[in-house]
């Protein structure tokens, strides 16, 4: 799918994200609050190092609903586990969070997802 203008301008002013993911156990629908970033000219999930249930149930379930607004935009989840990749994208990342550990620590144990949009 293209992602619209619309939609693209929506992800740029929406920092702080609801998905809607499917639980890894349950097979339940599980809404949660995340953090959304550019970086490579594409749209991630991630957070600071640390274990996420969103992060569990899309790897179990890519598939996923990405709230924005008044939108529910079916999206999948692909999940980055390449070192060289995940050093690219959280080295674009992290240098402009303030608040962030160190670059090897998000590189390290930080979850990364990139939002392909369906």
Known sequence: MTV????????DEQMTVEITT????SGQPRRMETWRYRA????WLTGSPGTRDWY?????????TLHLGDRDLPAHGRVVT???????VLGEIVP???WASSLEAWIEGSPLVEIELS
């Open 56 to 64: 569990a149930n899309l790897l179990a379930h890519p598939a996923f």
């Open 22 to 25: 499917i639980g890894r156990r």
């Open 96 to 98: 402009g969070l303030d």
């Open 82 to 88: 390449d070192p060289e990749e995940r050093a690219r």
């Open 4 to 11: 619209s203008d619309e939609v693209r301008q929506a992800l």
């Open 40 to 43: 490579n000219g594409r749209y």
